[in-house]
């Protein structure tokens, strides 16, 4: 069983940054990838960025150049720093683990508000 723990949610205004947090219970390299998605109200759950075991990124059109993953492997943390916050990023934003035949896992979520 793996335990995903989102923090680093809040309020801010337009322009501003926010970084997230993901704590895993165990090692982040064990999983195929580890990634940040986000649901909106009346939206689909999409995805923002991902990042391999190997280390490699992928992000969403929408937040290129905005948004950065990364991770602490020692820490067992993924990250998620995202720069010039728009209202439109305003979510949920969930964490995610691919530990492929072992199954996903998901953290609780935490909101993101984006005020304009």
């Known amino acids: 069983q793996v335990q995903l723990v989102e923090s680093g949610g809040g309020l801010v205004q337009a322009g501003e940054s926010l970084r997230l947090s993901c704590a895993a219970s165990?090692?982040?390299?064990?999983?195929?990838?580890m990634g940040w998605y986000r649901q909106a109200p009346g939206k689909q759950r999409e995805l923002v960025a991902y990042i391999t075991s190997g280390g490699s990124t992928n992000y969403a059109h929408s937040v290129k150049g905005r948004f950065t993953i990364s991770r602490d492997i020692a820490k067992k943390t993924v990250y998620l720093q995202m720069n010039s916050l728009k209202p439109e990023d305003t979510a949920v934003y969930y964490c995610r683990a691919d530990w492929g035949a072992r199954g996903d896992y998901w953290g609780q979520g935490t909101q993101v508000t984006v005020s304009s």
């Open positions: 165990g090692s982040i390299i064990s999983f195929n990838e």
